[in-house]
């Protein structure tokens, strides 16, 4: 069983930056790919970003790429979210989760199998 806590969010003014990080506990994180969900008001959640646990190689939605940056620290088993440039519609519920053990999705809701709390971000314009 894993457990994901993420603590960070907040409120920020648009064209400001925030790091989000989540820290995970209780499985090996080394060989989970990590993803960034976000759920806005009214909407269903969507991909963000992910990092695969085989190489490294990263994945962005289209509407944050060039303004997000997802990392991992295998030693300290946490993932980051680096988000620049932030716009009023980046406002959400971001969410943190880890897919199976050696899996090879990372862009479907369904694809993971645990999930942090959530922390909310707001952008004001």
């Known amino acids: 069983q894993v457990q994901l806590v993420e603590p960070g969010g907040g409120l920020v003014q648009a064209g400001a930056s925030l790091r989000l990080s989540c820290a995970a506990s209780?499985?090996?994180?080394?060989?989970?790919?990590m993803g960034w969900f976000r759920q806005a008001p009214g909407k269903e959640r969507e991909f963000v970003a992910a990092i695969k646990w085989s190489d490294g190689s990263t994945s962005y939605a289209n509407s944050v790429k060039g303004r997000f940056t997802i990392s991992r620290d295998n030693a300290k088993s946490t993932v980051y979210l680096q988000m620049n440039s932030l716009k009023p519609e980046d406002t959400a519920v971001y969410y943190c989760?880890?897919?199976?053990?050696?899996?090879?999705?990372?862009?479907?809701?369904?694809?993971?199998?645990?999930w942090g709390q959530g922390t909310q971000v707001t952008v004001s314009s």
């Open positions: 209780g499985g090996t994180f080394s060989r989970r790919n």
């Open positions: 989760a880890a897919a199976g053990y050696g899996s090879s999705g990372y862009s479907r809701v369904y694809e993971y199998d645990y």
